[in-house]
């Protein structure tokens, strides 16, 4: 770990690439977690489809009632303390993540990009428009438990969870906001995600392509194919703010 340590206090650029793994000490299922329970009842890939919200508005509603339930009663865990440490050590750092809950933000991270949108911010399925939720405690014990979802106030439409669903393009400018820090990276350091879900999984491979270096951390070993790029193994919020506090004390 010294000389990933090394790399980040010699560094100017730093993007830290994060996927749920990030929140899983939090006590946020990942996503594998988080459908298991449904696993029997349902074909879990197709709750999280603009087709599954048209078949059954109200399981899919529900089930993403669940998961902000879950984030509300969630704090931020060490990764995310080392994240907005780093952020006042390095001279540019540029968060990008997949999560879809706002754990960084509480911790205190000035400007996360959410690739994969927020539980907080849902918006009309018909018109678009975001609807203001209440700021009210969902109730987190039924993960499968169906709930009608509200009506936007302009339009009648039926409201939506503001994440990107399988299929729909990722919002533009965070995306174009994350290539742009990604390729002008001098490390990439890439947190507790699996690299399935497409594009944002091509994030550390493109970072690699321009020079960066890359950095894994996970639970699981990550395959590394350059020599630019390490995997250290463990839990994030372990691992991270050791890194942190080896290149920075
Ligand atoms: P994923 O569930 O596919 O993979 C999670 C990864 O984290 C795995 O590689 C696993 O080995 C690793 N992991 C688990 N616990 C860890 C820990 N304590 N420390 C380090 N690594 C750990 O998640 P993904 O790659 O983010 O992709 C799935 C999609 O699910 C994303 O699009 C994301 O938006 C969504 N999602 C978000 C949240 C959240 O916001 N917290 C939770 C579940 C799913």
Redesign the pocket.
């Known amino acids: 770990m010294e000389f990933q340590a090394q790399q980040l206090r010699d560094a100017s650029r730093v993007v830290v690439f994060s996927?749920?793994?990030?929140?899983?000490?939090s006590g946020?299922?990942?996503?594998?977690d988080?459908l298991s329970g449904l696993r029997e009842r349902f074909d879990p890939a197709a709750l999280a489809t603009a087709q599954a919200f048209r078949n059954d508005p109200a399981l899919v509603w529900g089930w993403y009632e669940w998961?902000r339930a879950k984030?509300l009663a969630a704090q931020p865990n060490a990764a995310h303390l080392a994240i907005t440490k780093l952020a006042t050590r390095v001279p540019t750092l540029t968060v990008v993540t997949?999560?879809?809950?706002d754990l960084l933000e509480r911790a205190g991270c000035p400007e996360v990009l959410h690739l994969?949108g927020s539980?907080g911010s849902p918006r009309c399925f018909a018109c678009a428009r975001a609807y203001a939720i209440k700021d009210d405690q969902p109730d987190e014990s039924e993960q499968g438990r169906s709930i009608e979802p509200p009506r936007c106030l302009h339009c009648n439409g039926k409201v939506r969870p503001g994440?990107v669903w399988f299929g729909e393009s990722l919002p533009d400018d965070v995306w174009r906001k994350a290539l742009a820090a990604v390729k002008k990276c001098d490390v990439l350091l890439s947190?507790?995600?699996?690299?399935?879900?497409q594009p944002?999984a091509e994030l550390p491979r493109i970072a690699l392509k321009h020079g960066a270096q890359v950095v894994h951390?996970?639970?699981?070993p990550e395959l590394v194919v350059e020599n630019r790029e390490f995997s250290l193994v463990?839990?994030?919020?372990e691992v991270l703010p050791k890194l942190v506090e080896q290149a920075f004390g």
């Open positions: 996927g749920a793994g990030l929140s899983a000490e946020i299922p990942t996503f594998r988080a998961r984030a997949q999560n879809v809950d994969h539980l994440v947190v507790g995600t699996s690299g399935l879900v944002a951390i996970n639970v699981q463990g839990r994030a919020a």
